[in-house]
């Protein structure tokens, strides 16, 4: 099983609706990453989190340190959001997870 | 501050030679990471520093692999007799890593792409 599972693997979703990626992790941390990267693009840090829930934006994260969960939401999606979506958990070391391939259709 | 950068951008080599790759992260920053990725995949954790010293290498890589950060600043990731299955882009990261529960955001560099040929 891996450290970091992230769920789902692909969304697609039509322009307009609410998004929500989880993820999960077995392992103690220090601190949760959510990271946006764009086809053929470099990664780019959306949130640091260790507690509770912060939002930018159209985008909010929550974390639950009690449940080893956290969730990236995305409010009035747009096309421009289409990228994967990765987190990575900070512990004795970064571990990512593999990744939701988000596409928001207009 | 220009970021964490990587060079070179793109390395193509021949099966067999060696290649070696440079990273520069955000100078206050004490930790950095490399990382792999191959195409739709996560990256892929293969060592990180904490200023000069080398905490944890994965098991997955062989010991044609090495990387070095002797100043605590830039760090340089070799290759030896590169092989088909070593074409990815390797991808620096670098972060202000303190003990305890508070740490910087992650700062990503560009990434190398390596095709060996």
């Known amino acids: 099983k891996n450290e970091v599972e992230q769920s789902p693997q692909n969304l697609t979703a039509q322009e307009g609706e609410f998004i929500t990626i989880n993820c999960s992790y077995s392992v103690g941390i220090s601190a949760l990453h959510w990271l946006q990267q764009h086809p053929g693009g470099g990664i780019v840090s959306l949130f640091m989190l260790s507690s509770g829930k912060k939002k930018h934006g159209r985008l909010i994260a929550t974390i639950n340190i009690q449940e080893k969960h956290s969730s990236l939401h995305i409010t009035a999606s747009h096309p421009r959001d289409s990228a994967v979506y990765i987190c990575a958990v900070d512990g004795q070391k970064l571990v990512f997870g593999q990744g939701t391939r988000l596409t928001i259709n207009p | 501050d220009t970021g964490v950068s990587q060079n070179p951008r793109h390395k193509i080599t021949k099966r067999g030679q060696n290649v070696t790759f440079r990273c520069d992260p955000i100078s206050e920053h004490n930790r950095l990471y490399w990382y792999r990725q191959t195409l739709g995949q996560g990256p892929e954790f293969l060592t990180y520093?904490?200023?000069?010293?080398?905490?944890?290498k994965s098991r997955l890589l062989s010991d044609r692999f090495s990387a070095e950060r002797p100043k605590g600043s830039f760090s340089t990731l070799e290759i030896q007799r590169t092989e088909q299955g070593d074409s990815a882009m390797y991808l620096c990261a670098s972060s202000l890593g303190t003990t305890g529960r508070h740490n910087s955001p992650l700062h990503f560099g560009n990434g190398t792409r390596l095709t060996v040929t």
């Open positions: 520093f904490q200023n000069e010293a080398q905490l944890e």
